[in-house]
Each structure stands twice: as C-alpha cells, then as structure tokens.
C-alpha cells in the first residue's frame, strides 16, 4: 500500500494523481502498486509539485514496516537514528 499527501499542489497534478489513485481526502491518495509504479508517480510528483509539497509513504519490509519520501518545504524534517 502506498500513501501520498499533497498540500498547496496545482490543479494539474491534483488531477493526475487523482488518475491512479483514490484521493481519499483532499490532498491525500492511496493506492496498491509495484515498486517501478510507484517509483513513476513519484517521478510525476516531483516534476509537477511546483511550489507544493508532498510526502508519499509505502510498506517496505524494514523494522517499522513502511519507509518514505518527502519534496517541497516541510514542517518537520526526518532524522534518522540507529540504536
């Protein structure tokens, strides 16, 4: 499963995600697909997000069980931390 969330996206990429997945909110899609698809939205996000943002999260076999990606100007940062 994979998750976007959008926030001051233009109309065109609102629309186009809204192609591939069910926006389940405004701003927020959802769907199921493979890593390469994924990879595709992805791509189209970043070419399309302007002065936006997005942050899209998908379940990745790791220790918390999903992993993600961020673009644009956010709030709060990732850190990343072991131990």
């Keep these: 499963m994979m998750v ?13 995600l809204a192609a ?9 899609y959802v769907g199921e697909y493979s890593p390469r698809t994924r990879e595709r939205i992805w791509d189209q996000v970043l070419g ?8 899209m ?5 790791n220790d918390q ?3 993600f990606a961020t673009t644009g100007q ?3 940062m990732p ?3 072991d131990g």
């Design 4 to 16: 976007i969330v959008v926030s001051n996206a233009p109309p065109r990429l609102r629309g186009r």
């Design 20 to 28: 591939w997945l069910l926006e389940i909110r405004a701003g927020v």
């Design 48 to 55: 399309g997000i302007e002065a936006g943002d997005a942050v």
């Design 57 to 61: 999260v998908w379940s990745a076999p």
């Design 65 to 67: 069980g999903f992993d």
């Design 74 to 76: 956010n709030r709060r």
């Design 79 to 81: 850190e990343d931390f």
